[in-house]
């Protein structure tokens, strides 16, 4: 709990947006050119708030009030950090970043990678004061805390390797693979490769870390090597030359000189993406670009989403009417007119 002297400076330094009018702060924050910056908050509709707004927790908070412990972050692939950090510096933070109160202060919980951004941005000459926060509204456990990296990430999709240490952090919790299967919602398999992935050996683990080699091919070769570290480094290494050879910067499993590892990945994958044929088979709203759509799939593949949620959210153009909608409003409105 904070103190009553503390909780006092963080009302006063902690302004609420005023959400009942649909009103944001309107306050400027001038650029590094001298010139008033865009941000999330001043280009709110006055019609309608955003969600976020309405809630008793949110906050926005002076950037050199959070506290940030590294240690409690998961990520290792911040992606594009320039190009974040300009989107943000155009549009400010749309998305909330989350934290929560400990011994008076306030810690980063979620947003690291936008954290990161901000300050960057700052580096370079911009001014940001403040940054919109949702603040826990229960305290909880560091399990908790840990799980939510698995569950609420509503940032960059953590890779698979980053998923691989919450899991392992959850494992030093003393969790059972039924509780976090249960907890996360996520496939049995899925977890059990995952467990794999934090059993690699770091060079291995910094391969994948580097692009060199895909989570999924390690994870075949763990499976096929039985634990063996030594064979594992020489088959992900003979994996990533065949790819050198074959003119691509990453290896995949079909780079895999194993016989074993080559059965369960095509199999697998195979099946995974007759799913995604299945769904959109004879649908006439159906995306008809094709390119990077293998190499696309086999992301999702690895970081373990479901055909069917793949099939609707990649596939599908959802600005085009259903095959047969038209017909049924048609329908519809001749219904009305008897």
Same mark, same amino acid.
């Given at each position: 709990?904070?103190?009553?002297?503390?909780?006092?400076?963080?009302?006063?330094i902690m302004k609420k947006p005023n959400a009942a009018k649909g009103k944001t702060q309107s306050k400027k924050v001038i650029t590094k050119t001298n010139q008033p910056m865009t941000t999330a908050a001043n280009k709110t509709s006055s019609k309608k708030a955003q969600p976020e707004l309405e809630?008793?927790?949110? #906050?926005?908070?002076?950037?050199? /009030? !959070?506290?940030?412990?590294?240690?409690?972050?998961?990520?290792?692939?911040?992606?594009?950090?320039?190009?974040?950090? *300009?989107?943000?510096?155009?549009?400010?933070?749309?998305?909330?970043? %989350?934290?929560?109160?400990?011994? $008076?202060?306030?810690?980063?919980?979620?947003? &690291? @990678?936008?954290?990161?951004?901000?300050?960057?941005?700052?580096?370079?000459? &911009?001014?940001?004061?403040?940054?919109?926060?949702?603040?826990?509204?229960? #305290?909880?456990?560091?399990?908790? @805390?840990?799980?939510?990296?698995?569950?609420? *990430?509503?940032?960059?999709? &953590?890779?698979?390797?980053?998923?691989?240490? #919450?899991?392992? @952090?959850?494992?030093?919790?003393?969790? %059972?693979?039924?509780?976090?299967?249960?907890?996360?919602?996520? =496939?049995?398999?899925?977890?059990? *490769?995952?467990?794999?992935?934090?059993?690699?050996?770091?060079?291995?683990?910094?391969?994948?870390?580097?692009?060199?080699?895909?989570?999924?091919?390690?994870?075949?070769?763990?499976?096929?090597?039985?634990?063996? +570290?030594? /064979?594992?480094?020489?088959?992900?290494?003979?994996?990533?030359?065949?790819?050198?050879? =074959? $003119?691509?910067?990453?290896?995949?499993?079909?780079?895999?000189?194993?016989?074993?590892?080559?059965?369960?990945s095509y199999g697998k994958f195979y099946k995974w993406i007759e799913e995604i044929v299945d769904t959109i088979a004879g649908r006439k709203e159906v995306r008809k670009d094709k390119e990077q759509v293998i190499s696309d799939m086999l992301v999702y593949f690895e970081n373990g989403q479901r055909?069917?949620? #793949?099939?609707?959210?990649?596939? !599908?153009?959802?600005?085009?009417?259903? +095959?047969?909608?038209?017909?049924?409003?048609?329908?519809?409105? %001749? +219904?009305?007119?008897?």
């Amino acid at each position: 709990m904070i103190h009553p002297m503390q909780q006092t400076q963080n009302k006063q330094i902690m302004k609420k947006p005023n959400a009942a009018k649909g009103k944001t702060q309107s306050k400027k924050v001038i650029t590094k050119t001298n010139q008033p910056m865009t941000t999330a908050a001043n280009k709110t509709s006055s019609k309608k708030a955003q969600p976020e707004l309405e809630k008793k927790n949110y #906050v926005m908070v002076p950037v050199n /009030l !959070i506290q940030i412990d590294e240690k409690l972050n998961p990520r290792e692939d911040y992606g594009n950090i320039d190009e974040l950090m *300009n989107s943000i510096a155009e549009n400010g933070i749309r998305n909330a970043v %989350k934290g929560f109160q400990q011994d $008076g202060k306030i810690y980063l919980r979620e947003g &690291f @990678r936008r954290m990161r951004a901000v300050k960057l941005a700052i580096e370079k000459g &911009f001014q940001i004061d403040r940054v919109p926060m949702l603040l826990e509204e229960r #305290v909880l456990t560091e399990e908790e @805390r840990t799980l939510e990296f698995l569950i609420n *990430n509503d940032g960059k999709p &953590f890779t698979m390797l980053e998923q691989s240490e #919450v899991i392992r @952090r959850l494992l030093n919790f003393g969790w %059972k693979v039924t509780d976090i299967v249960k907890k996360t919602g996520k =496939a049995r398999g899925y977890i059990e *490769n995952l467990i794999l992935l934090t059993k690699t050996p770091i060079k291995v683990h910094n391969f994948i870390k580097e692009d060199k080699i895909s989570a999924h091919a390690v994870i075949q070769i763990m499976a096929a090597s039985k634990g063996d +570290a030594e /064979l594992v480094v020489q088959e992900v290494e003979t994996a990533m030359q065949k790819a050198k050879e =074959a $003119g691509k910067e990453k290896a995949t499993p079909k780079h895999v000189e194993n016989k074993q590892v080559k059965g369960q990945s095509y199999g697998k994958f195979y099946k995974w993406i007759e799913e995604i044929v299945d769904t959109i088979a004879g649908r006439k709203e159906v995306r008809k670009d094709k390119e990077q759509v293998i190499s696309d799939m086999l992301v999702y593949f690895e970081n373990g989403q479901r055909a069917k949620d #793949v099939a609707e959210t990649y596939f !599908i153009d959802k600005t085009k009417t259903p +095959a047969g909608a038209t017909d049924k409003v048609s329908s519809e409105k %001749k +219904a009305d007119k008897k």
